[in-house]
């Protein structure tokens, strides 16, 4: 079964209305809750469940379905393996909850898309539980599970995800991060640059912005592009495609797909083959975690697209655009050239030598 994520995006998926009322004591309820939320370009994505806290009864179910174009997992208790790895994908108990044991959704994937877009879990036993997500462990939230019969909070009749003021805040926190990003330079002794961006950002605990530090970026041949991963709750990849070839982010049978996690391509690009950072993960963590940053020298002129692989369908793409180095004109032939080619010569003799300098045609 082919896992990856491919659908439209034009609005925010699954934006919903809570509903979750006041039921009559005695009788099981089934409410409903929404992982993530994002801006209507996907590219700002709020890193928390809606409501923060959520009051239920002995008996009830509570279903989780996403609230964006990211995936994610509704997970309680310690994980009985390391995460980071195949396991988290995998669903582990349910369907019911009393607090003593892991539960994990496994991947729930927004609506439209292939796979499980739903995850639903009934709490059998007073008591509150906190749960996060396993891929984005920034995001968290609380169950409170009452005794069977027990009124509800009145507030949660008339709760949306859409103007919690959690939700509201962090895309608009995320905009304003995303707005602000920009890529640097500094010259090298050979005469060349090395650009520097981020791969995504965030603040680990609201939101996360799914996109480059520059959609398009204009540097000369010879010069370098450095990416870093800035986001501490998000992983990505910076992935040139062989000929717009795709690469899978899963194997056929659901298992992370080493060729997308693993880099490739060496470092330096002529604007042919895969090349890929490998999966780039967020700061802090020690080393045999993986790279935190990803260099790249770029040695032919042209347009070059390139993106993340685990979240492209998101939008976070990028562009290098690769100018060639000014060149000599030729002489002979025109008096023109002639009289410009003697002047350059007799720059030449004056003070043992002329340098030339590269023109920055950078956009940042």
């Known amino acids: 079964m082919n896992l990856r994520v491919r659908f439209s995006i034009g609005t925010i998926l699954g934006v919903i209305f809570m509903g979750l009322g006041v039921v009559t004591a005695g009788a099981a309820a089934s409410l409903t809750a929404q992982a993530g939320g994002a801006s209507t370009d996907q590219g700002v994505q709020a890193a928390a469940f809606f409501p923060g806290t959520l009051t239920v009864n002995e008996g009830d179910t509570v279903t989780w379905a996403v609230g964006s174009g990211l995936v994610h997992t509704v997970t309680f208790g310690t994980p009985p393996f390391q995460p980071g790895g195949d396991q988290d994908f995998v669903p582990v108990g349910g369907p019911n909850y009393d607090g003593t044991t892991f539960v994990n959704s496994g991947i729930i994937f927004p609506a439209g898309a292939p796979g499980p877009t739903k995850f639903a879990l009934t709490f059998t036993k007073a008591g509150t539980y906190a749960y996060f997500c396993i891929l984005h462990q920034g995001m968290k939230a609380t169950v409170v599970v009452q ?202 003799l004056i003070g043992g030598g002329l340098a030339l300098r590269r023109r920055d045609v950078s956009g940042a």
């Open 147 to 348: 005794a069977a019969g027990s009124a509800y909070p009145a507030a949660q009749a008339t709760y949306k995800a859409a103007t919690d003021p959690v939700m509201v805040a962090a895309l608009k926190d995320g905009a304003a991060a995303m707005a602000a990003t920009k890529a640097t330079s500094k010259a090298n002794g050979d005469g060349s640059k090395t650009y520097s961006m981020n791969a995504g950002t965030g603040d680990g605990k609201s939101y996360i912005v799914e996109r480059f530090g520059v959609g398009s970026l204009s540097i000369n041949v010879g010069d370098s592009v450095t990416w870093t991963e800035a986001d501490l709750n998000e992983a990505h990849t910076v992935s040139f495609l062989d000929n717009g070839k795709d690469v899978e982010i899963f194997t056929p049978d659901g298992k992370i797909n080493p060729v997308a996690f693993g880099p490739a391509g060496g470092p330096t690009y002529s604007g042919t083959g895969f090349t890929n950072s490998g999966l780039m993960v967020p700061p802090g963590l020690p080393p045999q975690a993986g790279p935190n940053t990803y260099t790249l020298k770029f040695t032919k002129a042209g347009k070059f697209d390139y993106e993340c692989l685990l979240h492209d369908d998101l939008g976070m793409k990028g562009t290098i655009n690769v100018g060639a180095l000014p060149q000599l004109p030729k002489t002979g032939g025109s008096p023109e050239l002639m009289v410009l080619g003697l002047g350059v010569a007799g720059l030449g």
